[in-house]
């Protein structure tokens, strides 16, 4: 037999991959845990039955959003509930405990829910809502020849000066 001994991907251990990802999202340590027989834990079995079939593609999209709601609710318990933190007298022996919040956890937590408000902005978007003010066109580039150079007596006539050196100032303001 060429290659090594591919077990067929049964009811239960497509079960047991997908509660395992529900549990934690990563899609490598369930197909592991659903298949301790293989060394590389069937990863490309499981993928490739997710690509072919819709229905099981369903079930995992549905296992990593079961997961990244227990990560949204583990967010809000250490950020907004806080985690009981042991605190020792100096003898080492447990006296209490003191509530510990997250500042960081909350300000993701707040990023993700409110990003409007929140969430950092990227160059990208920071150039997206900038608005840059330019001057309307003025149309001289449809003169004629005969036109522009008409033009350029007068602005000389008028301003004095060269219109080459009107035209580098106008452009250095």
Do not use: C, W
């Not at 529900?22 to 197909?31: D, L, M, Q, Y």
């Not at 659903?34 to 060394?39: C, D, F, L, M």
């Not at 834990?41 to 593609?57: N, V, W």
């Amino acid at each position: 037999m060429d290659g090594p001994r591919r077990l067929p991907l049964t009811a239960k251990r497509r079960e047991l991959f997908l509660a395992e990802l529900s549990r934690h999202g990563v899609f490598a340590r369930a197909a592991r845990a659903a298949s301790p027989h293989s060394k590389t834990g069937a990863i490309y079995s499981f993928r490739d039955l997710r690509d072919r079939e819709a229905e099981f593609a369903a079930q995992v999209e549905e296992a990593m959003e079961h997961a990244r709601a227990e990560v949204e609710m583990e967010l809000h318990r250490r950020s907004v509930e806080g985690i009981d933190e042991p605190v020792y007298g100096t003898n080492g022996v447990q006296i209490g405990s003191r509530k510990r919040y997250s500042d960081k956890l909350l300000a993701l937590r707040a990023q993700s829910m409110m990003p409007e408000r929140y969430a950092s902005r990227t160059v990208a978007q920071i150039e997206q809502t900038t608005t840059i003010k330019t001057r309307p066109s003025l149309g001289l580039d449809e003169l004629s020849p005969e036109s522009r150079a008409d033009l350029r007596r007068i602005l000389e006539r008028e301003l004095g000066r060269d219109a080459d050196e009107v035209g580098d100032a106008e452009a250095k303001s």
